[in-house]
Structures are given as C-alpha cells and as structure tokens.
C-alpha cells in the first residue's frame, strides 16, 4: 500500500537570483524570491521578495514582505509590508499594510477584512434566476 505523506506546512522554498520561474506556484509553507517569477502565485504562508527579486502576477498568500519589485494584482489575508527598496506596480487587497519610507508604490489599494484566503480570482457573482451562458 502507497504511503501518502503530508507536505511540511513550515517548509521554506527559494527562487535564487539568477533564477526564472513562468507558470503557477502553489505552495502550504513560505516562499522566498530573489530571482524572477512571473504567473500566479498562492501561497498559504508568507510570500518574502527580495531585492534583487521581481514578481509578475496574480499572487495570494497569508503575509507578504516586499523589497524587490512586484508588478499585478497582490491579495494578502492578513499583513503587506512594503519596505524602503519595494517597487510595486499594480492592485493590493490587504487586511493591515505597512510601508516603509523610500518604498513605491503605483496602483490601487483596498483593506477588506473580508478576503477569502487563497481562493483566487473571485467569478462576477450573477442575480438570482439569471442564466450562465454555456
């Protein structure tokens, strides 16, 4: 009989510089970037970008600490921090956000405490009796 094994929640995975990840990442543990990775993210531990990292993208997490660049649409569950050397362009929905002095930031902000962790893009909801074309 096959053994099924548990993914360790508190595991930390690296994107070293140099390094260039394109797809969809979905990770249990925590997530470092210091190289390039550019897709959708979701993550239901804390998302870490360095300085020399950049994120393009749909990304989901729990926590997110940016110093690097971050470029699309950030949902955060619980706290954003952006730190001096952040670059981010783009959309963040967050519960609690932190910005360092020195830090950029172009886009849009929304503090919802509403947000549903790690469900991705949410579809139009559509009136009751309504119908989905097929």
């Known amino acids: 009989m096959a053994k099924h094994i548990e993914p360790d929640p508190t595991s930390i995975n690296l994107i070293g510089t140099g390094t260039v990840i394109k797809g969809e990442v979905n990770s249990t543990g925590d997530i470092r970037i210091d190289g ?18 950049v994120l393009e993208g749909e990304i989901f997490c729990q926590n997110a600490d940016f110093s690097g660049q971050i470029n699309g649409k950030v949902e955060v569950a619980e706290l954003l921090t952006l730190k001096a050397s952040a670059k981010f362009f783009g959309d963040m929905i967050t519960n609690k956000l932190a910005i360092e002095p020195g830090a950029n930031f172009t886009g849009t902000c929304t503090m919802d405490k509403t947000i549903r962790q790690n469900e991705g893009p949410q579809p139009d909801k559509k009136p009751a009796g309504e119908k989905v074309p097929q």
């Open 36 to 53: 390039t990775l550019t897709g959708q993210v979701k993550c239901k531990g804390k998302i870490v970008v360095g300085t020399t990292g």
